[in-house]
């Protein structure tokens, strides 16, 4: 009767290590996200920036120029099964376009506007690449974001499985000699970031 006992709890202790397990990677794969791109501005004029672009892979930043008070980046989406994530699989996407745009829509409406081609090097739709594939495809979109410009800002663009977001960090603790965890802590807080 006390083996049986011990082995049942062996066994119900390992149920429940795989389980937690499986709940960890569950976790993990739907909420994976990758940078796909890095920008930051340099004002020109009166709501007009030049955009550096650096995406994944290469050297030398590509710089654009663009109009507004905000910064838009859009991509083809394929957005995969939720079994597929978990298995290991990533959404697919390809950047489209990168352009300034206004807050104010009347601003939108009559200022001056400018949008670029960032897939030119491509052919085909995203969706296309994965055609042999189709019973992973969940959903084929348009995934964009876009916020606020600033100066002081680096902002990282992500790949989530479900679309694009994007994230800043200021300008000084990127470039900041402090220590990495150091400069962690002194963001966080809102305090100056040692030079």
């Known amino acids: 009767m006390v083996r049986i006992s011990l082995f049942a709890i062996v066994l119900l ?21 990758t940078p796909v791109a890095e920008v930051t501005f340099e004002p020109v004029g009166a709501e007009e920036f030049n955009a550096y672009l650096r995406l994944p892979g290469e ?4 710089k654009y120029t663009i109009y507004g008070d905000q910064w838009r980046v859009d991509a083809q ?14 959404a697919r996407y390809r950047l489209d376009r990168l352009e300034g745009r206004y807050a104010d829509i009347e601003q939108q ?13 491509y052919s085909g739709s995203v969706g296309a ?17 876009y916020t606020d410009i600033s ?4 902002f990282t663009v992500y790949r989530a499985q479900s679309g694009l977001l994007v994230r800043e960090q200021p300008v000084r603790a990127i470039h900041s000699n402090a220590g ?16």
């Open 13 to 33: 202790s390992l149920a429940l290590a795989l389980s937690i397990a499986g709940i960890v990677l569950t976790y993990t794969r739907l909420s994976a996200e």
């Open 59 to 62: 050297d030398i930043q590509r």
């Open 109 to 121: 409406n009559t200022g001056p506007h400018r949008a670029y081609d960032l897939a030119s090097r």
């Open 77 to 90: 989406f394929v957005k995969l099964k939720p079994w597929a994530n978990i298995i290991g699989m990533d």
């Open 180 to 195: 990495g965890i150091g400069r962690l802590f002194h963001w966080l807080l809102g305090d100056q970031v040692p030079k």
């Open 151 to 154: 100066t002081s800002t680096t």
């Open 129 to 145: 690449w994965l055609l042999p594939w189709n019973f992973l495809i969940d959903a084929q979109y348009g995934s964009s974001t």
